[in-house]
């Protein structure tokens, strides 16, 4: 790499031109700070993936360099691939109380508790590594303990957002460090990095009070059991349900793996109050009147496995939703996961309940956690950058951020609007895009790390979509002649009686191979291309299908 | 089945608890009435399926009483079973003029268009059809030529709205027959049967109006090229775009094979109006200057393969889009689109071109095409029903529409929401729900319908996740001993060298042989069975992963 001694270089390796997987990067003289590691999920035409990361090879390859991994907060696109990175790189990872609450519970699941370094700051911290010092601001999200991040460098401060909504009258009363904002802002900042999610919503985000308002609305008004779904992380808004149960004189049922582990931590560490015998175990539902109990529950997404989809169809064990049960979904599809909210919507009002869903905007019962249009022109205002890098978003989002940030005075030509890999260089105070670093996404499949490639996906596409089918090909050594009729399996292709289409496709095989066998062409290699070939343009003349044709011959 | 002799039957062959597919049915004496036979889009699990059509059994089971297909518009879920309907039920099929001419594009495709009989029909024809009398009335929606029908039967009238708003200021001025609604209400109507799309959503619609005065306001700013892409089939829409070009001294290119074609249709038929001259062809674009030229394009909904997309990645032949220009995205994104849409929203931005999207609420350049709450209501206080069966709608929508016809007047109970296949019977003026009839998913593969079933989607499914691996083994017929070492072949299982996997799985193969051996359990079927088992719980402990295994036993 031709990065030069001393230069300050900023870049990501995850979260530009996508929404995921954030993982951004500073680099001075000998040492690499990484900010957040987190995953993203698949969209459908990954077949068979089940998380995607952020490909990690140029921190191994200067990995002497890596010096930390500072994690703004909880959520998995911040934090999901610290398992695998921590398994490549023995790093100090430093997060706040909350965020290590949910960081400790990845790494048990991946049994690399006892050998990591988790190092707990807060928004006072004050970080020297190698020539920089990192300090730290306090901003309001939807998730506890969130943090932005001040990189004092000898070329100048650069600052990190993470991801923050200004919410005035946060649910929790943890209110963002505005005043220490400013306060840099007037130091200057040489650049900025600002999360871009909502950078196309006008106006500014509504505060997290007005769902507690709405659901507590709702449970005064309920007679039947109330159930609400929600994210587990988002403690702010299961406290205000906590609240709503508690005044309307519920017991509380927590129904899901993660909402149990999640606010088991955020008891423990002190972010949540729940009065003390309110929490009742599932079984107990059944045992009490309708009335007095509220259930919160994971599955808000419309995840099929989870707790209230599984609610809907009536296959969660000893739970039931009955006639004139107030079901709240407390949370706003994320973009391609309606389809699975809306079934579950459906399956709720067939069992007679009364279901309060939609986006926050129509059903009043969720808000952003990430800031809009003014919220973003608030954070350009307070920090005053230079230079400006949008990141955490889609192009769409980050070319918004930039008009955004020249309405308030960043000067034109001042914003990068780069991809993952694109390395943003400053000396001397001056900020150029210079080289590239490699980037890419790494998928995860089972067990299996970075193995998934083009090749498999592309298979899967193939069978997904027509099946297979396989010729199997007796053949002798030395005549290279058939030993035996070909026989045709099939798989996904057609539930159809295909005797007929089988009896072709084994006189094709004798035929073509009879005819290599004359022409003398009668290498394996040859044999099963000229065979495939054939197959497969007979199979899509008489069945407008494109299976995937897989000759196998076996030689005695 | 148990119908009683003379007994009215309403029932939904498609249409109810889904969007797509509609086929409504009524039955009277000796005739079976259909309304519509539309298809429906897969979604992402129905791998590799093309189309689903409504199951037609009953129908053919019934075919000397099936006498007329009635089809209320042109739309796809209206009438994309039509080839596959006419391929088994040789009935006439009665549409306005515009509508017919998309079907015939459709029958043509199929090469049915000769054999067909199709009966142009228009708001004012009267049909005798067995022992009822049938009569339309014009309503507004988002594609010319839509009809409501009325059939009036021994029993009393039946109405079905067909799909429809409330546009009072239509943009190619055909007014719905507001007053001819009003008299079939005062005349009494014993069923109303009225579509549910937005009942979800307060308000009226917004009239057609409001977008052209968007994009008339757009052309007018432009000093580029405007793209504008919608659907084919909106004219109203196409004839807005045709103005503001016209009225800004734009020449017009259509891209999209079915922009051409609908727009053909509507011109010939007079539905659209074109100034002589404007048409330009694609090639031409590049000859003219920028200002003077706009596009008409399919692909707004994102689909891979249309104009839209090809131009936002510069694979469009020919036609370049350029930084400055403007590019209207004048269609909402259907429900489970809209990453789709969003990928080419960044891909627009990023050749530098004005893009204006998003749902019609927020960029004007969309309205919806299906009343809103008060258009229902409208519908339902103009009708005055005694029964109601709300169609066309997922549940929730059928739901609220249940609770918006009790708004209005009609009695509890007096509604119905049924199913596909649950019959409602009328008879002396008295409505129940009786018997059931057939009904299913009918799926369009390549050349396959109806083929596919339940075991082709697991397999496609199974194999779409962690592919196959099959294992060859040649074993002599009489010894029942392995003649060769067993061959391993996998296909979108992993991309990396998984020759120790192989290794492995080869060892275990032969020693499963040599113990079924030991033991005597030798037989095809036990063999293929116990190295089934023992290799996937081996590759499922050492991968975390599930492919499909396939032993081939080959006996020599």
Redesign the interface.
């Known amino acids: 790499m031709s990065t030069k001694e001393n230069a300050l270089s900023i870049f990501a390796l995850g979260g530009l031109?996508e929404i995921g997987k954030n993982m951004y990067a500073i680099e001075y003289s000998n040492d690499i700070v990484i900010i957040d590691c987190g995953n993203k999920f698949p969209?459908?035409s990954l077949?068979?993936i089940d998380l995607i990361i952020p490909d990690m090879a140029y921190l191994v390859e200067n990995k002497d360099k890596v010096s930390a991994l500072i994690v703004t907060h909880g959520h998995e696109d911040h934090i999901g691939g610290i398992p695998f990175f921590l398994k490549k790189l023995n790093v100090p990872v430093y997060a706040t109380r909350f965020t290590l609450g949910l960081i400790e519970i990845k790494l048990k699941e991946h049994k690399l508790l006892r050998e990591s370094e988790l190092v707990e700051i807060n928004s006072n911290s004050k970080l020297k590594i190698g020539e920089m010092n990192v300090s730290f601001f306090k901003v309001t999200h939807s998730i506890p303990d969130c943090l932005g991040v001040i990189f004092h460098t000898p070329e100048g401060n650069i600052v990190h957002t993470g991801d923050f909504k200004f919410d005035l009258t946060p649910a929790n009363n943890e209110h963002a460090d505005i005043h220490k904002m400013a306060e840099i802002g007037k130091e200057g900042v040489l650049l900025l990095l600002s999360e871009s999610t909502n950078a196309?919503r006008p106006g500014l985000t509504p505060s997290e009070q007005m769902v507690g308002e709405h659901v507590e609305a709702t449970f005064m008004k309920a007679d039947r059991k109330v159930i609400v779904s929600t994210f587990a992380s988002n403690i702010s808004r299961v406290q205000q349900v906590v609240n709503a149960a508690h005044k309307t004189n519920r017991k509380l049922a927590l129904l899901g793996r993660s909402m149990v582990n999640v606010v088991a931590v955020a008891i423990e560490r002190g972010y949540l109050t729940v009065p003390d015998g309110m929490l009742i175990a599932p079984h107990e539902i059944n045992e009490m009147a309708p009335e007095k109990v509220a259930i919160l529950c994971t599955g808000s997404q419309g995840e099929p496995l989870a707790a209230l989809a599984r609610l809907s169809t009536g296959n969660f064990r000893g739970v039931d939703i009955l006639p004139e049960d107030t079901v709240i979904i407390a949370a706003g599809p994320i973009?391609?996961n309606?389809?699975n909210v809306?079934?579950i919507?459906?399956?709720l009002?067939?069992l007679g309940a009364k279901?309060i869903y939609?986006s926050g905007s129509t059903s009043g019962m969720h808000v952003s956690g990430h800031g809009y249009q003014e919220d973003l022109k608030l954070m350009l205002t307070l920090m005053k950058p230079k230079y400006f890098i949008p990141i955490h978003g889609?192009?769409?989002m980050l070319?918004h951020h930039r008009l955004l940030a020249e309405s308030v005075g960043v000067e034109k030509g001042n914003t990068f609007i780069i991809n993952n890999g694109d390395v943003v260089e400053i000396e001397d105070g001056i900020a150029r895009q210079t080289r590239t670093v490699p980037v890419g996404n790494t998928y995860v499949?089972?067990?299996?790390v970075g193995?998934?490639?083009?090749?498999?996906l592309r298979?899967?596409?193939q069978?997904?979509?027509?099946?297979?089918i396989?010729i199997?090909l007796?053949i002798s050594k030395a005549e290279r002649k058939l030993?035996?009729e070909p026989?045709t399996?099939s798989?996904?292709?057609?539930?159809?009686d295909f005797s007929e289409l089988r009896k072709n496709i084994n006189e094709l095989t004798v035929n073509t191979v009879n005819e290599l066998q004359e022409e003398n062409r009668n290498s394996r290699n040859v044999m099963k291309k000229q065979i495939k070939k054939s197959i497969r343009e007979y199979v899509y003349t008489?069945?407008?299908?494109?299976p995937?044709i897989?000759p196998?011959l076996?030689e005695?």
Request: hydrophobic share 35%; proline share 2%.
């Open positions: 031109n969209d459908a077949l068979g196309e973009p391609g309606e389809r809306t079934s919507v459906d399956n009002f067939a279901v939609g889609e192009f769409r070319h499949d089972g067990g299996d193995n998934i490639g083009e090749y498999v298979d899967r596409k069978l997904s979509e027509d099946g297979m396989m199997i007796t030993m035996a026989e399996i798989r996904g292709f057609t539930d159809q008489h069945t407008k299908k494109n995937m897989v196998i076996i005695i």
